[in-house]
């Protein structure tokens, strides 16, 4: 079983022409669906076929009804605070060369406890993979973390998004982070005296990226996405992951995107449904295994409502 903890947001998405500037009203062809960030990953694990649970936090309106609803349609066990507060929405606009503003209300969301979550101790005691970003209350993942830690689960923090902040009592409790380099560079900013910004990281040999993720996250793992170039992997310990190498990159699947957005969440998703699933199997294959997923997510529109099954992946790439 993976357990996510994170958001739940109805995406309100208009695509313009070019995006609005301050008193220009404009008028741009509009569609809705599901998104935030542990929403996705969630339905990405379940889709990669993962027994998931999705604790989260929801308003009392048409939002966390559609929760529900979709919950339902794809197997997820909802675990669900109410809330007083609107259920998260995120408001978008992409222009025609694909440039974004994004405004996020975070409703719901941001009053998921540590109380609440710690109510999920046993279901969290009883899964293979605990999954969290920062796009919730840090306090309520680091419990599920905690939880997570006691009982022997694996925890698996994707730090995004890159503004967020996590401090080093969530890195303690760890076991793996799965920041794209922009992630990557702000965390490591923050949490060593090492400045680096992407484009110098993406220049970096193996050798070097492998000191920096140590520095980052001295005990556990680190996989940074590199979008179309795949991953890097780096591991404290090769052992506890079946792996041969302590550090190594995995190429991305051969894909032809239309819609990036959302492959840091299929990646997360597939990634810890591997891992739950297949828990024998190297760290090689479960992070080539959700470069696949990932790389399908992005021939296709959309976020939640994107997330390819088990069986289109079959189908596109074979056993
Ligand atoms: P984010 O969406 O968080 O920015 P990335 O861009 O690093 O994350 O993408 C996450 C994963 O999605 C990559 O590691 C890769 O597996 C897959 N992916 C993203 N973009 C592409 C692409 N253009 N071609 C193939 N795979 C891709």
Not at 18 to 46: D, I, M, S, V
Not at 167 to 174: A, K
């Amino acid at each position: 079983r993976v357990v996510v903890v994170g958001s739940f947001n109805v995406d309100h998405v208009w695509t313009v022409a070019t995006l609005p500037r301050p008193g220009e009203t404009l008028a741009g062809h509009y569609r809705t669906g599901p998104g935030g960030k542990g929403f996705n990953q969630a339905t990405a694990a379940a889709r990669a076929g993962a027994k998931t649970s999705f604790v989260c936090a929801l308003g009392d309106d048409l939002g966390g009804q559609l929760a529900h609803a979709l919950a339902v349609a794809d197997d997820i066990d909802l675990h669900d605070l109410p809330s007083h507060a609107p259920t998260g929405t995120a408001g978008i606009y992409v222009d025609h060369a694909g440039r974004n503003s994004i405004v996020i209300g975070p409703g719901a969301n941001a009053e998921l406890s540590s109380d609440f979550v710690n109510q999920q101790a046993s279901t969290i005691a009883v899964a293979r993979v605990v999954l969290a970003q920062l796009e919730s209350p840090v306090a309520a993942v680091e419990a599920a973390f905690a939880a997570a830690r006691t009982a022997g689960v694996m925890t698996v923090l994707n730090p995004a998004p890159a503004d967020a902040q996590a401090p080093p009592s969530l890195l303690l409790l760890s076991d793996v982070i799965t920041p794209n380099e922009t992630e990557f560079c702000a965390q490591l900013g923050r949490h060593t005296s090492q400045q680096v910004d992407a484009a110098t990281l993406a220049a970096q040999d193996d050798d070097t990226l492998h000191a920096l993720c140590r520095r980052l996250l001295p005990h556990g793992t680190v996989v940074i996405t590199l979008g179309a170039a795949g991953c890097f992997v780096s591991h404290a310990d090769i052992d506890l992951h079946n792996d041969a190498r302590s550090h190594y990159r995995v190429a991305a699947a051969p894909v032809q995107p239309i819609d990036t957005t959302g492959a840091g969440d299929a990646f997360n998703g597939a990634l810890a449904a591997s891992v739950a699933r297949r828990g024998d199997a190297a760290f090689a294959d479960h992070v080539h295994f959700a470069n696949r997923y990932a790389g399908l997510s992005t021939e296709r529109a959309g976020a939640a409502s994107a997330m390819p099954h088990e069986a289109d992946l079959r189908a596109r790439f074979g056993a």
